[in-house]
């Protein structure tokens, strides 16, 4: 008996509208937007013949964030933030949404560890201490800002799995500007999985019901959390709704981050290489830091044009346990007229050098920052 989950390796997904991240101008096209593409990614899989579950769950998932942007439009916050928790409760059990970072499908690859990495800006070249590389203090919360997975006066402590990453970020530095920390988590993070895309490729024995569902309830959170709008000068940001509602949603159900495709790439395509984790703090009266830095282990920053400085052989140090290369996946980056093998790249070996010269990462107790 055919599989009646087979419709998924059929569905036509390569339409380019579903395919993140999404940009417009003005924050007034959001919403309308967002509608669209949710048709689009039902009337995929109705002519498909989808089983009857899918569709109910692309059904209920639309409509349930279409309401709660409306009523958060309408200032029913609290009623809104409810409407996104609840729709996170059902999948938190799921392994394909939350696992432990290590083991989180968010990060392909078969290293023993997963290298992150953390970077800050500056006019000078400058070694930053492991302390500085933290999030903003809690006694200087009022430097927090608004961004996708953080709200003003609660920071939250962003990564990524390479330094590109960190640098698409940050708005592409020059050089001399560009500081960066390798990063060590110990583990222990309950992650929730947003790094998902339309164009997945399923194996027709791979299959089943609980996987399929599990991924077109993300994919629906995924992309009403894909976009960019590019109009200036905004108090609030329409494209927040849903990702911040995520973030204080996750942290209530005791998750401790999201992990999702940077939103800085053209396309997703090019993002296996700008995989980004966003870390929730929690605020202990008394304490400058979350305890989430006690599970961190972090090196001072190294300067990116002082790197490329280097002759080749300080330059070229290995580091065989680098998983961004270990996925089996086409990690290329840039653009489709210029895309690039990012293995070959100077970021690649930027990653791979502030490892192998990380002298201490062995002997660092997780915490070491706080030390």
Same mark, same amino acid.
């Not at 008996?1 to 395919?19: C, G, Q």
């Not at 089943?208 to 590019?230: F, Q």
């Given at each position: 008996?055919?599989?009646?989950?087979?419709?998924?390796?059929?569905?036509?997904?390569?339409?380019?509208?579903?395919?993140a991240p999404f940009i417009l101008d003005s924050d007034i096209k959001y919403y309308d937007d967002l509608c669209k593409k949710y048709r689009i990614l039902l009337d995929i899989a109705i002519k498909s013949d989808a089983d009857e579950e899918s569709i109910k769950i692309i059904k209920k998932y639309t409509l349930k964030i279409k309401e709660a942007i409306?009523?958060?439009?309408?200032?029913?916050?609290?009623?809104?933030?409810?409407?996104?928790?609840?729709?996170?409760?059902?999948?938190?059990?799921?392994?394909?949404?939350?696992?432990?970072?290590?083991?989180?499908?968010?990060?392909?690859?078969?290293?023993?560890?997963?290298?992150?990495?953390?970077?800050?800006?500056?006019?000078?070249?400058?070694?930053?201490?492991?302390?500085?590389?933290?999030?903003?203090?809690?006694?200087?919360?009022?430097?927090?800002?608004?961004?996708?997975?953080?709200?003003?006066?609660?920071?939250?402590?962003?990564?990524?799995?390479?330094?590109?990453?960190?640098?698409?970020?940050?708005?592409?530095?020059?050089?001399?500007?560009?500081?960066?920390?390798?990063?060590?988590?110990?583990?222990?993070?309950?992650?929730?999985?947003?790094?998902?895309?339309?164009?997945?490729?399923?194996?027709?024995?791979?299959?089943?019901?609980?996987?399929?569902?599990?991924?077109?309830?993300?994919?629906?959170?995924?992309?009403?959390?894909?976009?960019?709008?590019?109009?200036?000068?905004?108090?609030?940001?329409?494209?927040?709704?849903?990702?911040?509602?995520?973030?204080?949603?996750?942290?209530?159900?005791?998750?401790?981050?999201?992990?999702?495709?940077?939103?800085?790439?053209?396309?997703?395509?090019?993002?296996?290489?700008?995989?980004?984790?966003?870390? +929730?703090?929690?605020? @202990?009266?008394? /304490?400058?830091?979350?305890?989430?830095?006690?599970?961190? %282990?972090?090196? &001072?920053?190294? !300067?990116?044009?002082?790197?490329?400085?280097?002759?080749?052989?300080?330059?070229?140090?290995?580091?065989?346990?680098?998983?961004?290369?270990?996925?089996?996946?086409?990690?290329?980056?840039?653009?489709?007229?210029?895309?690039?093998? +990012?293995?070959?790249? @100077?970021?690649? /070996?930027?990653?791979?050098?502030?490892?192998?010269?990380? %002298?201490?990462? &062995?002997?660092? !107790?997780?915490?070491?920052?706080?030390?």
């Open positions: 008996m055919m599989n009646r989950l087979s419709w998924i390796t059929k569905a036509d997904f390569m339409n380019k509208k579903l395919w409306r009523k958060y439009y309408s200032g029913h916050i609290s009623t809104s933030h409810t409407i996104i928790k609840n729709l996170l409760k059902d999948i938190v059990d799921n392994p394909l949404a939350v696992s432990d970072i290590n083991s989180s499908k968010a990060f392909p690859g078969i290293s023993r560890e997963i290298q992150f990495f953390r970077a800050r800006t500056n006019e000078e070249v400058t070694i930053f201490k492991p302390k500085d590389m933290l999030h903003i203090p809690f006694d200087m919360r009022g430097k927090t800002g608004n961004y996708r997975f953080s709200i003003p006066g609660i920071p939250s402590l962003y990564l990524g799995n390479t330094s590109y990453a960190c640098w698409l970020e940050l708005g592409c530095p020059a050089e001399y500007r560009y500081n960066v920390s390798p990063v060590l988590l110990d583990g222990t993070q309950k992650i929730l999985n947003l790094a998902v895309m339309t164009r997945k490729q399923f194996d027709v024995n791979d299959c089943n019901a609980e996987y399929v569902h599990c991924w077109l309830k993300l994919l629906c959170l995924m992309i009403a959390t894909s976009y960019v709008i590019k109009e200036r000068d905004r108090s609030f940001k329409s494209e927040y709704i849903v990702s911040q509602s995520i973030m204080l949603g996750c942290k209530e159900l005791g998750l401790d981050g999201v992990a999702y495709f940077s939103k800085r790439v053209e396309d997703e395509a090019f993002a296996y290489a700008a995989i980004n984790v966003a870390l +929730f703090t929690k605020y @202990e009266k008394g /304490k400058k830091y979350s305890d989430i830095c006690k599970h961190i %282990k972090i090196d &001072e920053s190294y !300067n990116y044009a002082l790197y490329k400085q280097l002759g080749n052989i300080d330059k070229n140090k290995e580091y065989r346990d680098y998983r961004v290369l270990q996925t089996g996946l086409i990690t290329n980056i840039g653009k489709y007229n210029r895309q690039f093998n +990012f293995g070959e790249t @100077e970021f690649c /070996k930027f990653d791979k050098f502030l490892f192998a010269t990380w %002298k201490d990462k &062995e002997k660092n !107790n997780f915490g070491n920052a706080l030390e």
